[in-house]
Antibody, heavy 121, light 107 residues
Framework: QMQLVQSGAEVKRPGTSVRVSCQTS????????MHWLRQAPGQGPEWMGC????????VYAQKFKDWVTLTRDPSISTGWMELTRLRSHDTAVYYC??????????????WGRGTLVTVSS | DIQMTQSPSSLSAAVGDRVTITCRAS??????LNWYQQKPGKAPKLLIY???TLYTGVPSRFSGSGSGIDFTLTISSLRPEDFATYYC?????????FGQGTKLEIK
């Protein structure tokens, strides 16, 4: 069964960082790019960036370029998203998603369940 | 960035109705347009990609059409499980962008 299992909910103080993990199973990790998106309450999804499972090449949305870092470890079929300098408006559900195309095709066919990150003082 | 505008933002319909949701891109995106369904507390699910290709396992009552800047998602005969929020998403270029969503509610 193909799945993406994300780490649990986090509560963070403003100015700190959060790291969310996404462990994959049921498919060949190295064959599909991994994307990260977030969804604030009542809003549509917002794309943050993606990472090649083979080379570690990353592509970031300009908005997130200076404060998001995507990494991966093919040996354990897992990717991570780290967001720094958190502010209250970063409160959202963060998703990892698989790219259907096998490259940077930007079609998301498999999603994690999401990780709620709450930023509050 | 390419802006995606969906209409309507909400829609009331009855089981068995035919419904159409539209999505307009701020510039031409060929057929690089995808549709997702999302239910409360769940991740989005891919329904249609490349404007008109039905994703594996998606019922045939869902269909998509369009190219360039105007696209539609049609549900031919609504079933109770179809009441959800629907999003369009362009995959033409980075950054990937989504529409604001269309909430389909039971009449």
């Amino acid at each position: 069964q193909m799945q993406l299992v994300q780490s649990g909910a986090e509560v963070k103080r403003p100015g700190t960082s959060v790291r969310v993990s996404c462990q994959t199973s049921g498919y060949i990790f190295s064959a599909y790019w991994m994307h990260w998106l977030r969804q604030a309450p009542g809003q549509g999804p917002e794309w943050m960036g993606c990472i090649s499972p083979n080379t570690g090449e990353t592509v970031y949305a300009q908005k997130f370029k200076d404060w998001v870092t995507l990494t991966r470890d093919p040996s354990i079929s897992t990717g991570w998203m780290e967001l720094t300098r958190l502010r209250s408006h970063d409160t959202a559900v963060y998703y990892c998603a698989r790219d259907k195309s096998g490259s940077e095709g930007r079609i998301f066919d498999l999603w994690g369940r999401g990780t709620l990150v709450t930023v509050s003082s | 960035d390419i802006q995606m505008t969906q209409s309507p933002s909400s829609l009331s319909a009855a089981v068995g109705d035919r419904v159409t949701i539209t999505c307009r891109a701020s510039q031409s995106i060929s057929t690089y347009l995808n549709w997702y369904q999302q239910k409360p507390g769940k991740a989005p699910k891919l329904l249609i990609y490349d404007a008109s290709t039905l994703y594996t396992g998606v019922p045939s009552r869902f269909s998509g059409s369009g190219s360039g800047i105007d696209f539609t998602l049609t549900i031919s005969s609504l079933r109770p499980e179809d009441f959800a929020t629907y999003y369009c998403q362009q995959s033409d270029s980075n950054p990937v962008t989504f529409g604001q969503g269309t909430k389909l509610e039971i009449k």
